[in-house]
């Protein structure tokens, strides 16, 4: 249901869900990606959210929370950094950690698969992981006294990241060729991110078990505002360039933004430009005004007492009319940035700029990012919103830079032809293509 409730949207609850995700054949289950684009936070809270809407049923409470259940279940099994992995940085957080362990182990044992009920290898699969990482857990972190476990060293998802690399331009090198670029990878980079890897990334730089007593790899931080709280850029000890940092050098994470919007995310022409964004994905379109604020903070470091208050929904304020969807999101208490009216309001008028005058870029000759900005300057402003920054004007360049980007994302017959040719590539993977094209 949740599949069929956003093909007519643009803007979708879970943009990672597709039906063939749901009808996977034999040789798509063994992949990682459907799985976890189905067992998701994302996802339960599109069921949660669908639940108090018309369209919603009882059974979405019940398959929301097994949902969230694997989906922190596979996040301590695959953690990589102290924040999530199983340790004592934060006692509070560990002993919720093993509870949900626990937790876990029992509704799988309890769960009944099928018409019939019948137990299923899943289910032994599970428990005997579950309760192995319980034992090394209390080894490590209990006994030896470790900050924290990587669990994510556990698995074999850098094996693979390696392998993908080496496959990622030669699908079938012979033994000779596999050597040689192993060994290249091995003096260049071995910790590179292969977008068409069905595995995580490990990005950590301290791969080891037991980490030092130094706490072995840390978060980078942000640049602080000056001691009398004013911005950056009015603290003669950190200040900033005369020029404000062009907006071509803030470029987005693809890998980060691509869970706030599907690959197809194009509104359809017959949308005119007072409701380029339809009411019921006002909600799902909240949430991305949030990323894009997010990400221009931490990217353009502006920490101005006056501005960014602006950007946000104040401590004292009721919740927003459409925040609902991204609170159920949250992974915890204000992970995510809720919005201030006022910039919600602008980054709408800018979409229906962009929705009116999209069909133009395509055969457009002139510098794509300049012409829209010709389009938009009008509205890039917010009453009585500070000048020192000119933020109204930069948001809507990131938005504008956002939005064409995930343009140029849409799928076209180019990825269509090149997807067909990999699976001819292999007889028994074309083979199965045309069973299913004849079931």
Known sequence: MLVNYQKKLSWKPAPFLKERDLKSNHFNKMKVAPAKHVFSRTTAAALEYL???????????????????????????TATHGSVAPGTLNPDKFKETLEHLDSTVEVFRAMKVGVNGAWKPAQTGVIHCTTTLKDLVQEFVVEKGDKFMRTGALTQDFIENENSQVRLKHPTPTPLLFKGILRKLAFTSLRVNVKSSSYDF????????????????AEPTLRAPGDDGNCVAENPALRLPDVLVDDK???????????????????????????????????????????????????????CNTCVPRLKRGENEPPHR????????????????????????????????FVLYQNELKVLKEDIHAYLW??????????NFPICHDVPARLVKRFIRMRTWMLAEKPC??????????????????????VDQVQ
């Open 322 to 353: 459409y925040s609902e969807f991204l609170l159920l999101t949250n992974y915890t208490e204000n992970a995510q940035t809720e919005v201030s009216n006022e910039v919600f309001e602008l980054l709408l008028a800018a979409e229906a700029r």
């Open 374 to 383: 010709e389009k938009m300057f009008d509205i890039a402003r917010i009453e």
């Open 51 to 77: 639940l108090q809407l018309p369209q919603g049923v009882p059974d979405m409470k019940t398959t929301a929370y097994f949902l969230r259940l694997v989906d922190k279940w596979n996040v301590i099994c």
């Open 249 to 303: 050098d803030l470029n987005f994470d693809p890998d980060e933004l691509s869970q706030y919007f599907s690959d197809d995310i194009v509104a359809p022409p017959e949308r005119q430009q007072d409701n380029a964004v339809l009411e019921e994905e006002k909600p799902y379109f909240y949430r991305v005004c949030g990323y894009v604020v997010f990400k221009f903070l931490c990217e353009s470091k502006l920490r």
């Open 413 to 434: 017959d180019v990825k269509d032809t090149m997807r067909t040719n990999s699976q001819r590539g292999s007889k028994s993977m074309y083979s199965r293509v045309l």
């Open 202 to 217: 490990d990005g950590c730089a301290q791969p080891a078990l037991r980490l030092p007593e130094d706490g072995g790899c």
